[in-house]
């Protein structure tokens, strides 16, 4: 039989390539109707064994299981894209994908052993991390920024039930995926906002 944490895996491998097809020229210019009829195909098609495995868990063999953040930002987007929600105004975009990459830049050198602290062993259930956590949560909540909140919050409640076959709460929190598509998602929003034409727009409308 087959385990609760393969089934959790998988499908959110099977998420990762259903959100994927995204990235294909012409696909999000697709009707609703017709965008979420191919999303759903992709997503059954990738749990359907090929051979030994499904697509799926080849693709999981490769990236490993994604944290809660990924998959809260895949399932946003193509929610947004199948139901024609508009987008998140961009200071709450901005301050998520913030967090992540703060997050990321601190984390991932002190793990991989710049220095002397290993900040990976908190992930076991430490309680000052858990509590730095609900702190944090708590004034995301207290900001406005309610999906920061619930993405922090699913990812603890993942981990406390064993979503993963990790037992360590920051491979719920971040992963290297994640931490790429924040950061390289920041350079690029700022590069734009550093564009020249783009900035005497914005002191035109001041002026105006």
Do not use: H
Not at 38 to 53: E, Q, R, T
Not at 134 to 143: D, R
Not at 163 to 180: A, F, K, Q, R, T
Request: with cysteine; aromatic share 10%.
């Amino acid at each position: 039989m087959i385990a609760f944490t393969d089934i959790t895996g998988l499908a959110s491998s099977a998420l990762t390539i259903a959100a994927a097809c995204l990235l294909v020229p012409g696909v999000s210019r697709l009707s609703r109707a017709r965008l979420g009829g191919l999303l759903s195909a992709v997503f059954v098609v990738a749990l359907i064994p090929l051979g030994d495995l499904p697509l799926a868990a080849y693709i999981r063999g490769i990236t490993g299981d994604l944290s809660i953040a990924a998959l809260l930002l895949m399932s946003s987007n193509i929610f947004r894209k199948i139901s024609g929600t508009p987008a998140p105004e961009g200071k709450s975009r901005f301050a998520g994908l913030a967090l992540i990459a703060i997050a990321a830049l601190l984390f991932y050198p002190l793990a991989l052993g710049v220095g002397m602290f290993d900040p990976y062993r908190l992930g076991y259930g430490d309680p000052w991390l858990l509590v730095g956590l609900f702190v944090l949560t708590l004034a995301t909540v207290f900001l406005k920024q309610t999906g920061t909140a619930l993405g922090i919050a699913l990812a603890v409640l993942a981990w406390d039930i064993g979503w993963y076959e990790s037992g360590n709460l920051w491979d719920y929190l971040l992963d290297p995926l994640v931490s790429i598509y924040a950061i390289a998602a920041l350079i690029r929003q700022g590069a734009r906002e550093l564009r020249p034409g783009k900035k005497d727009t914005a002191l035109r409308t001041r002026a105006d």
